[in-house]
């Protein structure tokens, strides 16, 4: 019997392993089947380089990070601020969907604090939702699959949204006991730490990925280190009550009643 998949899919390299990357190194000890995906090339990740160094660079950096983590490398699909929602691309996003059948979808928030972010989720929500209409004709084509599969949005960078609102997690994931081969897979990124100190003021991006994992474990209330998701409605991907994050990582996964008891209230 083979081995469930978990998907992680992203707008540039280094994003996955910033917020996603301590969870998808538990679902490899868990049993699945990693695979990796940075839609975007990391094209604008410079002050120095041209783009074609550039690209190079972190597309060879955004290798080594996915090999350290056990996971397949799937070929980046644009540029950055590329990433639109045109006609082509989400058949492009879903061809690789169907081909690998993924069971558990990591992905952006809906909203974050770029734009990238942003459309790189929708793109990838869509191509999901899309993996089972036959008249969609991906590129490469594909057939399509009928596959059960769950989407979890990781928490924006910054731990707010865009209007500056905290963004609470649906589910925590205790990553506490894997926070070293996290930073080893984001220090893999050797071209970004100039670049983010440089265009985003972030003082270390290994000591920032830190502080915001120690941050989300506080929220948890009981872990050192953690990352937040919140789990998509289920319509036009699996069963209601599925929940195969929660299911494949047992005591590591902590599920929030004020979260989930807060869905189904009445905004005040």
């Known amino acids: 019997m083979s081995k469930p998949v978990a998907f992680a899919v992203a707008a540039h390299p280094d994003d996955i392993e910033f917020m996603m990357g301590g969870t998808l190194l538990l679902l490899g000890k868990a049993g699945y089947?990693?695979?990796?995906?940075?839609?975007?090339?990391?094209?604008?990740?410079?002050?120095?380089?041209?783009?074609?160094?550039?690209?190079?660079?972190?597309?060879g950096e955004a290798r080594r990070a996915a090999k350290a983590m056990g996971a397949t490398f799937h070929e980046p699909l644009v540029?950055?601020?590329d990433i639109y929602y045109d006609r082509e691309l989400p058949g492009r996003l879903c061809a690789v969907?169907?081909?690998?059948?993924?069971?558990?979808?990591?992905?952006?928030?809906p909203t974050d604090y770029m734009e990238d972010?942003?459309?790189?989720?929708?793109?990838?929500?869509?191509?999901?939702?899309?993996?089972?209409?036959?008249?969609?004709?991906?590129?490469?084509?594909?057939?399509?699959?009928?596959?059960?599969?769950?989407?979890?949005h990781a928490l924006p960078y910054g731990l707010h949204d865009p209007l500056r609102r905290r963004v609470w997690p649906g589910l925590?994931?205790?990553?506490?006991?894997?926070?070293?081969?996290?930073?080893?897979?984001?220090a893999c990124h050797t071209s970004q730490k100039e670049w983010l100190d440089v265009s985003q003021g972030m003082d270390s991006y290994l000591i920032t990925?830190?502080?915001?994992?120690?941050?989300?474990?506080?929220m948890s209330g009981i872990f050192e280190y953690a990352e937040g998701w919140r789990r998509h409605l289920h319509l036009g991907y699996c069963a209601p009550e599925d929940d195969p994050l929660r299911d494949?990582?047992?005591?590591?996964?902590?599920?929030s009643r004020t979260y989930e008891e807060a869905l189904e209230k009445e905004p005040q």
Not at 209 to 218: I, L, Q, T, Y
Not at 248 to 255: F, M, T, Y
Request: net charge neutral; charged share 25%.
């Open 209 to 218: 990925m830190e502080e915001m994992s120690r941050e989300v474990g506080k």
């Open 79 to 81: 540029d950055d601020l």
């Open 248 to 255: 494949a990582l047992g005591h590591k996964a902590l599920v």
């Open 172 to 186: 925590y994931v205790d990553i506490t006991t894997v926070i070293d081969k996290k930073r080893e897979a984001l």
């Open 117 to 152: 972010h942003t459309n790189a989720c929708r793109l990838a929500v869509s191509a999901a939702f899309f993996r089972g209409m036959r008249n969609l004709i991906t590129d490469p084509p594909r057939d399509p699959i009928a596959d059960p599969v769950t989407l979890y």
């Open 97 to 109: 969907i169907r081909e690998i059948k993924p069971r558990i979808m990591l992905l952006q928030p």
């Open 33 to 59: 089947d990693l695979h990796y995906m940075n839609i975007a090339n990391g094209s604008m990740g410079t002050a120095i380089y041209s783009r074609e160094e550039i690209i190079a660079m972190r597309t």
